[in-house]
């Protein structure tokens, strides 16, 4: 089963997410580390990050793997690098590469296979698993949204003005909607979850709350398809029976009728005639 989580910066998907797919055990598939191994590579290759057609053959020729909570980037770890803030600052001419996305999200889908997976990003309702049974939009007001992000920074030693951290969010937001490929919005069939007034735990209940709902109507659908198909698989095996004996009567019939035919046509030996 495949959980989607979409939502803007500053939502807590990232963390919820990882925590989610803890929690029901799941695998985690973090679509943003991706971007950033791509990111990365370009720095340390010395490839522009504006030329798209450099940094699509960069991203391209690289073999990015998840190893339970380490990123590998051609066999190597780099967890930890693709968190610089070097990279953060020039990820999003990657994110907005059209060619890297549909490269990405090719290997979302293989890397997510047959697996049970918790996936976050800002597509991946409506882009990377658009048939995915669950999907969860996970949003909260700018106003919160922001109040988290200058916390997390103060927690860092980053002192922010609040006033800024939302500015500068605000404008993420618009750039994030507004993207030509894959721009960030909710799925038609995704639940929304306001997280506004809900504490860290209170968030993930909810989320745990969703995902078993909908796998066990995910687990009822399946049982309702197998027996339809049953079903189906039976009316067929017996519209053959059917079949078949009508077809036996209507050969029955048909020869009682030559039967018939045969016995009229021969001669009757006249019995009073041979008397007298």
């Not at 979302?108 to 049970?116: C, E, I, L, T, Y």
């Not at 700018?142 to 951290?165: C, F, H, K, T, Y």
């Not at 919005?185 to 968030?203: C, P």
């Not at 036996?248 to 009229?264: H, L, P, V, W």
Request: aromatic share 4%; hydrophobic share 40%; charged share 25%.
């Amino acid at each position: 089963m495949i959980v989607t989580m979409d939502g803007p910066a500053g939502a807590g998907k990232s963390q919820l997410a990882r925590l989610l797919a803890a929690r029901i055990g799941f695998d985690f598939l973090d679509t943003g580390a991706m971007y950033r191994c791509v990111t990365l590579a370009c720095l340390e290759r010395g490839i522009s990050i504006d030329d798209p057609t450099a940094a699509a053959d960069c991203a391209l020729s690289l073999d990015i793997q998840f190893s339970d909570s380490s990123v590998l980037l051609d066999g190597v770890d780099v967890s930890h690098r693709i968190r610089s803030p070097q990279v953060t600052s020039s990820i999003r001419p990657i994110a907005d590469n059209p060619i890297i996305r549909e490269r990405l999200v090719e290997l979302q889908r293989v890397w997510a296979g047959a697996r049970d997976v918790v996936t976050e990003g800002r597509d991946q309702g409506t882009v990377a698993f658009p048939n995915a049974p669950c999907k969860i939009y996970l949003t909260a007001s700018p106003q919160e949204r922001a109040r988290r992000r200058a916390n997390q920074l103060a927690r860092e030693g980053i002192q922010a003005d609040l006033d800024s951290v939302l500015r500068q969010q605000n404008q993420r937001d618009l750039e994030d909607t507004s993207r030509a490929f894959g721009p960030l919005r909710a799925a038609s069939d995704a639940i929304h979850v306001f997280s506004d007034g809900l504490t860290e735990d209170e968030t993930l209940d909810r989320l745990v709350e969703i995902v078993e709902a909908r796998r066990g109507l995910a687990f009822t659908e399946k049982l309702t398809e197998k027996s339809t198909e049953k079903s189906t698989i039976g009316n067929t095996e017996s519209s053959f029976t059917s079949d078949a004996n009508a077809l036996k009567t209507n050969a029955t019939e048909g020869d009682a009728a030559k039967t018939n035919a045969a016995e009229a046509n021969t001669p009757q030996t006249n019995v009073l005639a041979s008397k007298s």
